[in-house]
């Protein structure tokens, strides 16, 4: 697939079928994936790749609290008992994320992507906001297993509200002190068509010229 077709067409898949996903096409794009830039070119990234239907259960148990949290704290959860607040499409997909919550053992792959601290990059600790230059090391290497399972024909949901239970998680796969959760990425084929186009703000909406504000022409 061309690169700007994947970038354009890559969604939040959220229905899945249970086929699985052959080791030796997840082992090509994790392989393609390792291409990502880094700060230093340190390349802290981790992966757990997770297949195991128990261990999928176990994931997605510690993901759903979350989850159910997140929609209280943003108002999801009132709009989902009473839908006919949203446009048809807004409460279709809300219904969507709360049903792949529900479901997420079913997918076939769960990609655990975790970041060595050691090797992170943080230039902006020091300003008075939060940083972010940190996941500036690791969301490249994320964004390029999207691109790589969309050119594969593979959907994928990139998530992070498993972070949160990230104690639960290092114990239950192992993962070392000094390595840290950065997303949780289900894998798996679509059960429904690919979407025509993606809903995204056009380039006027971000882009400037010379100064933040000014028109790029
Ligand atoms: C940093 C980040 C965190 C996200 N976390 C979640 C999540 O925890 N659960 C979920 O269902 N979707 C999650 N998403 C998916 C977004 O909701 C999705 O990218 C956005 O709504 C656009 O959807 P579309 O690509 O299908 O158009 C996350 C996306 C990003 C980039």
Redesign the pocket.
């Known amino acids: 697939m061309e690169v700007y077709e994947a970038m354009r067409s ?5 229905a899945f079928a249970p086929d699985p996903v052959p080791a030796q096409l997840l082992r090509r794009v994790l392989d393609n994936a390792r291409f990502a830039p880094s700060g230093g070119n340190r390349q802290g990234w981790r992966v757990v790749v997770v297949q195991d239907p128990d261990t999928r259960r176990a994931l997605r148990d510690l ?1 759903q609290p ?2 159910r949290a ?1 929609m209280q704290r943003t108002g999801g959860a009132a709009l989902l008992a009473d839908p006919k607040a949203l446009d048809p499409a807004s409460a279709r ?1 809300l219904q969507a ?1 709360d049903a ?2 529900e479901r997420l053992h079913d997918v076939p792959v769960h990609l655990v992507v975790c970041v060595a601290l050691s090797e992170l990059a943080i230039v902006d600790t020091g300003l008075d906001r939060p940083s972010i230059v940190g996941g500036a090391s690791i ?1 490249p290497f994320v964004q390029n297993i999207l691109l790589g399972l969309r050119a594969e024909g593979l959907g994928a ?6 972070t949160p239970a990230e104690p639960e998680v290092k114990r239950l796969l192992s993962i070392p002190d000094d390595v840290a959760l950065a ?2 990425v289900l894998v798996g084929r679509r059960s429904t068509p690919w ?1 025509e186009r ?3 703000r056009p380039v006027e909406s971000f882009a400037f010229a010379e100064r933040y504000g000014q028109a790029l022409t």
């Open positions: 890559a969604p939040t898949t959220r993901y979350h989850w997140y997909r994320a792949f919550a969301y949901a990139l998530t992070t509200l498993l997303a949780y979407p993606l809903a995204r």
